[in-house]
């Protein structure tokens, strides 16, 4: 059985190369009969007094824009009834004024900004691309980034709430190319056969100088009193927080020239730790940058692959560093296969480094493979480094081996039901999970929190304990019937977890597992949130004193302009009703990842 495999697997590969070889020789030939006419071109220009080599790239733009044209059709991806909110809205232009339209919002609560980013994707949608070399096409995380902002500021005279919405595309420079041409450019990347991977990649790159765009589209952080938008494909843009304006990209004084994580970690000392992975060598960089945003102190932690790592975590004295087998490999594609997979008989591990260690400082601990995108946080507990992540037996950013129908994938990976183990179904199940990493005896103690009743992911605190022992965290909880018919992910309610306190009424039967306390805020039938983050209440002293914000769309009123709201809960009466919603000028679709800036920031 293992020599039939084998050799299965030389021919499967075999013909793989001869398939992508003889793709490549339609390009050659299509690029010599598209390039001859332009060669006229360029000979009646050259006697003229003009800039040559400008000339030429204009010329050679121009025959490779030829080429996409005339063997390449965008092809819009056709979208479900079920996922109308993830479809892209116009900006709305100035701020519009919000106001409360059930409850109140607290006098105490904080003035400042909340912001969320997500995919907002230019041209109607995402595309697919057809071609002698097959079909190519976006995955559900790409599309160009939009902010959406809801300003909360005090009137100075009676002390009544200024509220107002405003949402922007943020301004990459690869979201400036495709507005100029007003039609898609970048032909997708990330997902479909590899002939026509490899020729996007060619071709992006030729044209652009990038492979795919520059998406800044999931996460929004603070540093150094400046804010960012971000996605982890390229750097960070600096963004003006009153006009979301977008100012220019951010390399830390040119010291960091490649992609930066969408989850940087503000340790407690106020340094930024980042990281940033690449399809090449080097694989993995960790960086720590200064309090100040002047400074970088760069590790390359030399990774034997490259490793698709959404999230860092920091401790008051450590880096804490993800390395599960969710890849990125050039070779693969090259025979075949998909440029990112979860490889599930392939290890993962996780790294704890020393502030400003190097590679060879870091203490890996094996742990059971698994994909985890996100954690909730890290802290130290004598000596023992606690992580804490939302922890799935797959990964939800693209199938595994691409020959799949995507939106079948999807819908049975989200049916949670029985054994969440199943190969067949349930296998997007995510946990709250716990690694006890013993830094004296290298041993780990590894243990689900929730159980197998709701999958949770999206995970949150109060961030003045990021690095911290904390006892609570908040995630998002997936609707698991209405994201099997919808093929997406949709958040139908938010859960508080109580860290320090065990349920009494349920355990994993079988497992010695004791499992933590768990609230629920459940939305109404047909309503889901997006977006949700921990606002601290101004002169508090419990951890949990303040209030959950969330983003809510309403599939039941749907594109009509009472669909889209922002709740604010209570997070210490989390069951009760919210406190306050407000109802936004138009529709928000679903997105990723939002903050509070408080207003001192802001202002800053």
Same mark, same amino acid.
């Given at each position: ?35 001859? &006419? ?41 979208? #479900? &009834? ?19 339209? #059930? ?17 907002? &994707? ?39 709430? %200024? ?65 960012? $938008? %971000? ?12 006009? #979301? ?23 407690? /000392? ?35 692959? =490259?490793?698709?790592?959404?999230? %860092? ?57 698994? =994909?985890?995108?996100?954690?909730? /946080? ?58 006890? #990493? ?9 243990? /689900?929190?929730?159980? $197998? ?39 139908? $309610? ?73 709740? %604010? ?36």
């Amino acid at each position: 059985m293992a020599i039939s495999s084998y050799n299965a697997l030389q021919v499967n590969g075999s013909l793989q190369s001869r398939l992508i070889s003889h793709s490549f020789n339609h390009l050659k030939t299509s690029l010599s009969s598209t390039v001859k &006419p332009f060669f006229k071109e360029l000979q009646q220009l050259l006697p003229m007094k003009v800039d040559v080599s400008k000339t030429m790239k204009n010329t050679s733009g121009k025959m490779l824009d030829a080429v996409v044209d005339s063997l390449f059709q965008f092809v819009d991806i056709p979208s #479900l &009834p079920s996922q109308k909110n993830f479809l892209p809205v116009e900006e709305i232009g100035e701020l519009v004024e919000v106001t409360c339209t #059930l409850g109140e919002i607290p006098a105490d609560f904080a003035e400042g900004v909340f912001i969320r980013n997500g995919s907002n &994707p230019l041209f109607g949608g995402l595309k697919s691309a057809v071609s002698i070399f097959g079909e190519s096409h976006n995955i559900w995380v790409e599309g160009e980034g939009m902010l959406h902002a809801l300003y909360f500021k005090k009137d100075d005279d009676c002390g009544s709430w %200024i509220i107002s919405y405003k949402n922007r595309y943020v301004e990459s420079e690869t979201f400036k190319i495709e507005t100029q041409r007003n039609k898609p450019g970048f032909l997708p990347a990330l997902a479909g056969a590899a002939p026509a991977i490899i020729a996007a990649f060619l071709l992006n790159s030729l044209r652009f100088g990038a492979v795919i765009k520059h998406m800044s589209n999931t996460n929004v952080f603070e540093h150094s009193g400046r804010i960012y $938008s %971000i996605a982890e494909n390229y750097l960070p843009q600096e963004v003006d927080i009153l006009t #979301l304006e977008t100012i220019c990209d951010w390399d830390v004084n040119g010291t960091w020239d490649r992609p930066f994580t969408s989850h940087p970690k503000k340790a407690p /000392n106020g340094e930024l730790v980042v990281m940033g992975t690449d399809a090449w060598k080097p694989y993995y960089v960790l960086g720590v940058i200064s309090a100040d945003g002047k400074k970088v102190h760069k590790v390359d932690l030399k990774f034997k692959r =490259c490793v698709f790592s959404h999230d %860092i975590g920091v401790t008051q004295n450590y880096n804490v560093i993800l390395d599960h087998p969710l890849t990125l490999d050039v070779k693969r594609l090259t025979m075949g296969g998909q440029i990112m997979q979860y490889e599930k008989e392939e290890y993962a591990r996780i790294g704890v480094m020393p502030r400003y260690g190097d590679a060879e400082s870091v203490k890996w601990f094996e742990v059971q493979t698994n =994909c985890t995108l996100h954690f909730l /946080n890290c802290f130290e507990d004598a000596n023992q480094v606690i992580v804490r992540g939302c922890r799935a037996l797959t990964s939800v950013v693209s199938d595994p081996d691409g020959s799949l129908n995507p939106y079948e994938w999807f819908s049975k990976g989200f049916i949670f039901a029985g054994d969440h183990d199943s190969a067949e179904v349930g296998y997007l199940f995510t946990h709250l999970y716990e690694w006890r #990493l013993n830094m004296l005896s290298g041993k780990v103690e590894e243990r /689900n929190l929730t159980g $197998s009743e709701y999958s949770m992911d999206f995970p949150f605190i109060n961030e003045q304990f990021t690095g911290l022992k904390h006892k609570y965290g908040y995630t998002q909880v997936i609707d698991s019937g209405a994201s099997s018919i919808c093929g997406m992910a949709k958040f139908g $309610s938010l859960a508080k977890l109580y860290l320090e306190e065990s349920n009494s009424t349920k355990s994993v039967e079988g497992r010695g597992e004791h499992l933590i306390k768990v609230e629920y805020h459940k939305f109404e039938n047909n309503n889901f949130c997006s977006g949700s983050a921990f606002v601290p209440r101004n002169g508090g002293i419990e951890e949990d004193d303040g209030w959950i914000i969330t983003f809510v769309h309403n599939e039941e009123t749907d594109v009509t302009q009472v669909s889209s709201q922002v709740h %604010i809960i209570d997070a210490q009466d989390f069951e009760g009703e919210a406190i306050a919603k407000l109802t936004l000028p138009q529709r928000v679709p679903y997105g990723f990842h939002s903050t509070f800036l408080s207003m001192p920031a802001c202002q800053s």
